[in-house]
């Protein structure tokens, strides 16, 4: 991991552990989290354009900010009780949409790709 999320893995375990949270912070939980602060990240750009959601008011960007910063902290929070790298997990995703997605055959397009065969 990064050395600024390895630093934030830590915040959030510290605060956790002063808070004798770690108890609720199972896998299940954390991951129920995440998926709660993504729909509320969602709820911000549910009825936008998509021209407005390209250019939020300052009002809906503190809040979109805020939430943002939710899903992050649990996302990282899952990650370390999980032992994921984030960035590495990342790299490698990329990867592999690197040798499914080839860019001369996908270029300006949307369609899915057929799975990696082994």
Do not use: C, I
Not at 46 to 62: V, Y
Not at 96 to 101: I, T
Request: glycine residues 4%; hydrophobic residues 40%.
């Amino acid at each position: 991991m990064t050395t600024e999320l390895e630093r934030l893995a830590v915040r959030l375990r510290e605060f956790a552990r002063a808070r004798d949270w770690e108890q609720f912070h199972t896998p299940k939980n954390l991951a129920m989290a995440l998926s709660g602060e993504v729909g509320e990240l969602v709820a911000e750009f549910q009825w936008l354009t998509a021209e407005e959601s390209a250019d939020l008011s300052p009002e809906t960007l503190a809040r979109v900010r805020s939430e943002l910063g939710d899903v992050t902290a649990y996302l990282v929070r899952l990650a370390d009780v999980v032992g994921v790298d984030l960035v590495e997990a990342a790299n490698a995703k990329l990867d592999e949409n690197d040798r499914r997605y080839d860019a001369e055959l996908y270029r300006g397009s949307a369609r899915k790709a057929p799975p990696l065969s082994s």
